[in-house]
């Protein structure tokens, strides 16, 4: 019988997880760590068993980097936690993290963007400023302070669940469209 890690190995690439060279593209660096940790959730892996998933996806530089960072802690092993710190000041570094924490802040319903697009970049960049969205009502907030003023007008109410928010706005976007 094969141990459980080593068919979760298997598993976690068949679903669609990959090697990781080491990247100077945060971006990157980010949907390859989303996509792992997608990976690893749908698997139920433990925190003690994510480095060692993470790590065998490691080639190249990521690799050589690894290395370094294991030395560094030595002789204590690096925790989940640890590594997930490393990680982020090297591939997705705090000028990045703070760049798209103020494209969240600065965030808007462009013109000819629709509801739907908008919550779809609102959603993308609110993990940048948690502390802003911290709460199902400061969510919906910044969200509904986003909107377009004709959509914002259109919803007299404070709505604090977020999905009633979006299917408001929505609603309302229609309405406005049809008045055009």
């Known amino acids: 019988m094969i141990p459980t890690i080593d068919r979760n190995y298997e598993r976690i690439r068949k679903m669609g997880a990959t090697e990781f ?21 749908l698997l139920n892996c433990t ?8 790590v065998s996806l490691f080639t190249g530089d990521a690799l050589i980097w690894w290395r370094s960072i294991k030395r560094a802690f030595e002789p204590q092993e690096i925790t989940w936690t ?9 591939y997705r ?14 965030l808007v319903q462009g013109d000819e963007q629709t509801v739907a697009e908008y919550e ?3 959603a993308a960049l609110a993990k940048y400023a948690p502390e802003v969205v911290a ?7 910044r969200f509904e302070q986003g909107l377009r003023p004709e959509i914002k007008r259109g919803l007299a109410i404070r709505i604090s669940n977020f999905k009633t928010l ?8 229609e309405a406005v469209t049809e008045d055009k």
């Not at 709460?135 to 907030?141: A, F, P, S, V, W």
């Open 21 to 41: 060279e080491g990247t100077l593209d945060p971006e990157v660096a980010e949907r390859w760590w989303e996509k792992t940790e997608d990976g690893m959730n």
């Open 47 to 54: 925190i003690e068993n994510r480095l060692k998933y993470v």
């Open 120 to 122: 779809l970049r609102f």
């Open 166 to 173: 979006v299917e408001s706005a929505v609603r309302m976007e």
């Open 135 to 141: 709460t199902q009502e400061d969510r919906c907030y």
């Open 93 to 106: 570094p705090k000028m990045y993290r703070d760049r798209k924490k103020m494209e969240f802040l600065n």
């Open 82 to 90: 640890e590594f997930q710190k490393e990680f982020n000041d090297k």
